[in-house]
Each structure stands twice: as structure tokens, then as C-alpha cells.
């Protein structure tokens, strides 16, 4: 997974860098970063060492089609999503050959108390190509209103806005190691200020709760190798100094994109029983491989069109799935989700 590295040279990132569907990160936090884990001077040919990065919490994230989501109808514009199984949350993106544009997030968990956000205008994460020296200032925002938890307080409604207003600038490149290996690498630090507002409805009127205005700096570096496909590291910033670090320790990406079909699989995620659909009756082998590639099942399928398999046994993660014909070609291919 390590880049071939003949001096620091300065890497463009463009949409094919960028990791396909149905692919697995494997985002590692260290919420105690060592002191040594600094961003370091912006300009040319740096190197970063973040090689003794400790992972006190792992997440799981699943690149998958909008449609195999169960928000779709809220974010119709989508045409890429994640889903992120430590928090329950569904991340809606529109990706192109100029942009990746985050257009809102939804939170499946039980104690979620916005379960839809939506970004206006679509916050840009990457505009292609990204290359040092690049500059840019956006302004989106949330604006939501829900019905008050509490009206015997007196107010009807509750709204909630959060303004914010980025700069993002290229302004570093050169060579980072990470747990994965040594990177070729642009880094991106962005300034951000958020204004927070909150309104409750009080006998037809809005009126203001509260007014808060916070700002914050972070730093994060991408590589153009294709075997990593998302952000390598981050680092969050507060005014004591670092405050968080992300990294990623893994990266299972998909065959290329229309290689091989995905067959139609739903639930996904499951918790119980996962429906099975082909384009047409096969005969052959489904497998099925958790995380470490170890093989959990094998079932033999004559002249299926469609299967129904129970994971209710199997244990939290992604899990990978291929069809082979009788003669062991790979008919199908794709991961599902197991809650």
C-alpha cells in the first residue's frame, strides 16, 4: 500500500484518486495525541512523521450507492453515501470530475434528535484538481426546525441554524508517514467560523434562545495513491493546541467500478435476513468473507434467482460476498453491512 517515493514532488488529486463505491475504511481516533503530533510549517518538500499515532477509538465506514440507503428520498441529488457504523450515521455526497460536495448527513440512532441535516449551498470537501497553492472561501448552512420536546415550557417549536463560513487553502506538500506507510501528500488547512443560532416559537413569535460564534482550524493531508482513496490524517486544532487526531488505518477498496455486478442485496445494513437478488438464475457458490478475509459461510445455489440468507449469528462489521459460477468465474461481487 506504500507509494513509490523518488524525492517530494508536488501531486495533483483528482475524482480517480478518490475511493470508489462499495469499498471499507477502517478510521482509527487518537484522542491523547502525543506532543510531537503537531502541523508543522506550511510550503515546500515538508515531512511529517505521525508514524506513533495511537487508535483509542475505531470506526467503520462503508462507501455505498444512495440508493441502498434508507434517507435517499431526503438528499435526491446523491449519487455517493457512506455510512458510518460506530455513530449510525448515513453521510450524502455529489461527486463529479470537478467536485465532492458533502450535501448532508442522517442519523439513524434511536437517540438522534435531528435526524436529517442538510447543507445550503453543499459544502465542497475536494475541488478537482487539488493542487498546492490552492485558495478558496465558501458559506453554506443547516437550518432546522422541530416540534418542541417540552411545550408544557411554554413554546411550540424549536429552530436551530448554523452558519458557516470556511477557508480552505492548499498550503503544504511533501512526504507523510502514517501507521499505513510512507505518502506522497498535499495538505489542506481550513479556518472555519460557525455562528450557532436557536429560536423557540413562543405564542406564534420567534424568539431568541441563544447566539453563539465559534472558530476553528484544522489540518488534513491526501495523497493521490490510489490504493488509499480518502483523507490519510487530520489534525483538530483548538487554542491550547491540538485537540483531536484522525488517521486512516485501513483501506478495502472494491474491484473497480463495473468490473464485476453487484447483485441487489436489501436490508443493507441487516441485522437478521439479508434478501439475495441476480440479474438472472446461476448456479455456482456464494461466499461470504468478514473483514480479515476469513471465509464464514459457503452455500451452494442451483438455479437461484434469489436467496435469503440469515446473518442474525454473524458478528457487527462489513462483510464481503461473491458469486462464482460452477466453472468459478466471479459472476457478482460487493459487501453488505451487518448491525
Do not use: C
Not at 25 to 32: K, P, Q, R
Not at 188 to 208: E, L, R, T
Not at 265 to 294: C, K, R, V
Amino acid at each position: 500500500m506504500m507509494a513509490s517515493l523518488t524525492g517530494m514532488g508536488q501531486i495533483t488529486i483528482t475524482n480517480d484518486d478518490f475511493i470508489p463505491l462499495n469499498s471499507t475504511l477502517v478510521i482509527a481516533y487518537d484522542t491523547l495525541p502525543d506532543a510531537n503530533i503537531i502541523p508543522g510549517p506550511g510550503g515546500a518538500n515538508q515531512t511529517w512523521d505521525f508514524s506513533n499515532v495511537a487508535a483509542h477509538d475505531v470506526d467503520t465506514m462503508l462507501t455505498i450507492s444512495p440508493e441502498q440507503t434508507p434517507l435517499v428520498e431526503f438528499f435526491p441529488e446523491s449519487n455517493y453515501a457512506s455510512y458510518q457504523t460506530g455513530d449510525s450515521v448515513y453521510i450524502y455526497f455529489h461527486r463529479n470530475s470537478d467536485k465532492v460536495q458533502l450535501l448532508g448527513v442522517g442519523f439513524t440512532g434511536s437517540d438522534a434528535i435531528i435526524p436529517i441535516m442538510k447543507y445550503t449551498p453543499p459544502e465542497t470537501l475536494l475541488d478537482f484538481p487539488v493542487n498546492f497553492g490552492d485558495d478558496y472561501t465558501q458559506t453554506f448552512y443547516t437550518d432546522k426546525t422541530m416540534v418542541s420536546p417540552n411545550p408544557e415550557l411554554g413554546y411550540d417549536s424549536i429552530r436551530f441554524k448554523n452558519t458557516t463560513v470556511s477557508r480552505t487553502t492548499v498550503d503544504a506538500y511533501g512526504n507523510i508517514t502514517t501507521p499505513l506507510g510512507l505518502f506522497e501528500s498535499l495538505r489542506s488547512k481550513d479556518y472555519q467560523i460557525q455562528y450557532d443560532s436557536v429560536w423557540a416559537m413562543v405564542f406564534g413569535n420567534w424568539v431568541s434562545v441563544s447566539v453563539t460564534v465559534d472558530t476553528s482550524i484544522s489540518y488534513s493531508w491526501w495523497t493521490n495513491d490510489q490504493s488509499i482513496g480518502f483523507m490519510l490524517f487530520s489534525i483538530d486544532m483548538e487554542s491550547n493546541g491540538v485537540s483531536d487526531v484522525t488517521f486512516l488505518q485501513n483501506s478495502i477498496q472494491s474491484v473497480k467500478e463495473n468490473s464485476v455486478a453487484s447483485a441487489k442485496l436489501f436490508p443493507n445494513p441487516s441485522s437478521d435476513l439479508l434478501n439475495i437478488e441476480f440479474d438472472n438464475s446461476i448456479t455456482g457458490q456464494l461466499t461470504i468473507f468478514n473483514q480479515a478475509g476469513q471465509m464464514v459461510t459457503n452455500i451452494e445455489v442451483s438455479n437461484q434467482r434469489n436467496l435469503q440468507l440469515s446473518v442474525s449469528s454473524f458478528s457487527t462489521g462489513v462483510y464481503v460476498y461473491k458469486v462464482n459460477s460452477s466453472r468459478g468465474v466471479v459472476l457478482y461481487q460487493g459487501k453488505f453491512l451487518k448491525e
